[in-house]
């Protein structure tokens, strides 16, 4: 497990949806700057895929009790 994941893992619940709302925000401004034209990195477009994947999975384990750390 990579340490940015880890430090993901420990995280608080809430902070972990703060990030998945900003993740998802960002997401929707990057495929409107697609749609007309203005991307030039589009490697943000994955990574924040990614980064939205990580964090539902996160979540998850939350929710069934995988995580130690950060639960609330």
């Known amino acids: 497990m990579a340490e940015k994941d880890q430090k993901l893992r420990e995280l608080h619940t809430d902070e972990i ?6 993740a998802r925000e960002e997401l929707m ?3 409107f700057q697609q749609a007309t034209g ?3 990195d589009f490697t943000r477009l994955r990574y924040n895929r990614r980064l ?3 964090l539902l999975t996160i979540l998850r384990e939350h929710e069934l009790g995988m995580v ?3 639960k609330e």
């Open 17 to 22: 949806h703060n990030r998945l709302n900003d």
């Open 29 to 31: 401004n990057l495929r």
């Open 38 to 40: 203005e991307l030039t």
């Open 52 to 54: 939205i994947a990580k």
């Open 68 to 70: 130690t750390g950060g």
